[in-house]
């Protein structure tokens, strides 16, 4: 199974781009793994909702109909981190053959991709912008496959 993580970033930071490629190269240690960056078309803020219509739909344009979704929203599920590395453990035990783990836009996503996702998951009940976010997420899905596999990296 492959793991792939959309994002719909639009700023770029060394810190980021440093954090991503490093969780990457390590996710990639258990399983194949990439970053996808989709990319919105621009628009001003007082297009917010006909923003998040069409970042929605590229997100949906984008999964295939076998694709085992996970959205990352401040409104999901709250795990722990042994809780989600089970989540993890069945998704990797599903038929599916890949899993796609999304980041929305900043102002969220559509009820269609909500309920596209099979798991939603709130990474904090905080509100956090795309690039830290998507750092929290890769280091979680990375924590998950060290718990999978009882390497010495978390700390219960």
Not at 91 to 102: G, H, M, P, Y
Not at 124 to 141: D, K, R, Y
């Amino acid at each position: 199974m492959k793991f792939v993580l959309y994002n719909l970033a639009t700023a770029k930071e060394a810190w980021a781009d440093e954090a991503a490629r490093l969780y990457s190269q390590k996710i990639s240690h258990f399983n194949s793994f990439e970053i996808q960056t989709l990319k919105p078309k621009k628009s001003s803020r007082d297009e917010a909702a006909q923003k998040k219509k069409e970042e929605s739909e590229l997100i949906l344009s984008s999964l295939s109909n076998d694709d085992f979704v996970v959205l990352f929203d401040e409104r999901g599920k709250s795990f722990n981190s042994i809780e989600f590395s089970k989540k993890i453990e069945g998704i990797l035990s599903s038929s599916k053959k890949r899993a796609v783990f999304i980041i929305g836009g900043a102002y969220g996503v559509s009820d269609e991709v909500r309920s596209r996702a099979q798991l939603v998951v709130t990474l904090s009940p905080m509100v956090m912008n795309h690039l830290l976010a998507q750092t929290v997420a890769l280091e979680q899905i990375y924590r998950a496959f060290t718990i999978l596999r009882n390497l010495p990296y978390h700390n219960s």
